[in-house]
């Protein structure tokens, strides 16, 4: 099948490659001509492993209606700021209405505190076609070929049934759900839990503190998934409690090493510039209180990320404030 995808970065690129060594013709947009050029005469994305021969199936275009256009279905995978107007380029595409939307960024809008899914169907309509992927799927393990599992949610079951099939591989293993908002609360939300261990062991801080931060950050999810109407439990599966483990322990993860760099002194504009990736944590730290504090949700850990990055807070003395909270029933709030 025909498979788009809308985002050259290192997951776009990741995605592709397996959809095309399964077998699928995938087209991947990329805003960078040369970027462009070199995936179709090189076979190679030259921002983004660049070390990986891309599958002969892999075309790539700068142009959105050509991902849509005779597509099975067509995956989403920018920055999370820049969702909104994905969706409304992809609104102007004819026949966009009957092509299925599985949504791969995490993030949480800025202006309306809307979740990835609500931008898609507000701009797109038709939301029974709109599903969401999300899971401990780190890139460089993907695009090699390493083993991992993802979910796949959408509120119609049959076509989470669908791209649950489309998008599975001998070594991506896909699950189907119907909570959307469970799923893209925890995708948004285990990114600033990420930051936060990176602050805890840019400090010198140990593995009992990285414990507690993961632990008390799936709390803080849980309780925002379950007062939005998504499912507590979802956060005790792949895209939560998997997701976080994955990006709060491993050496892949952007999130992680931007809090070590943070607690060291550095900045997010150095790490940007290095890395050239979007540090989605650090934006969801900004989005995520509006949203938890619209639905009476208290998400202390986030609190403290959001000081520290954007208020120039010590993160020594944001520690000792989150310590000295006073203490509570561990499940609270659910």
């Not at 990320?305 to 944001?318: C, I, K, M, N, T």
């Amino acid at each position: 099948m025909k498979i788009g995808i809308i985002g050259a970065g290192s997951w776009g690129t990741a995605l592709a490659q397996m959809l095309g060594e399964k077998g699928h013709n995938v087209l991947i947009w990329a805003r960078r001509p040369e970027v462009v050029s070199s995936i179709n005469c090189d076979h190679v994305n030259p921002r983004y492993f660049s070390d990986v021969e891309l599958s002969h199936n892999i075309v790539a275009t700068v142009a959105h209606e050509d991902c849509l256009r005779n597509s099975a279905a067509v995956a989403i995978v920018t920055p999370s700021n820049l969702l909104r107007g994905t969706a409304r380029a992809l609104a102007q595409c004819e026949g966009q209405e009957y092509v299925p939307v599985i949504i791969c960024s995490k993030g949480i809008e800025a202006k309306s505190s809307c979740l990835p899914a609500e931008i898609f169907e507000q701009e797109m309509g038709h939301p029974e076609r709109i599903a969401v992927l999300s899971g401990p799927n780190h890139a460089e393990e993907i695009i090699r070929g390493q083993h991992a599992a993802t979910v796949v949610a959408c509120r119609n079951a049959e076509n989470a049934k669908a791209l649950q099939d489309l998008f599975a591989a001998p070594t991506f293993r896909t699950y189907a759900s119907n909570d959307v908002v469970g799923v893209e609360v925890c995708a948004a939300a285990k990114n600033v839990m990420a930051i936060a261990i990176g602050l805890s062991y840019g400090m010198g801080l140990g593995d009992n503190t990285a414990a507690l931060l993961m632990t008390r950050g799936l709390a803080e999810m849980s309780r925002l998934a379950n007062a939005l109407g998504g499912q507590a439990m979802t956060c005790m599966g792949l895209a939560g409690m998997g997701d976080l483990i994955a990006t709060c322990t491993s050496r892949h993860s952007r999130n992680r090493r931007f809090g070590e760099l943070i607690a060291r002194g550095g900045t997010l504009e150095q790490f940007v510039e290095e890395t050239h990736m979007v540090v989605e944590g650090a934006l969801a730290a900004q989005t995520i209180l509006p949203l938890a504090e619209k639905n009476g949700v208290e998400m202390p850990i986030a609190q403290v990320v959001h000081d520290v990055l954007w208020e120039s807070r010590d993160p020594h003395e944001a520690a000792q404030t989150l310590a000295s909270r006073p203490l509570t029933e561990e499940f609270y709030g659910l």
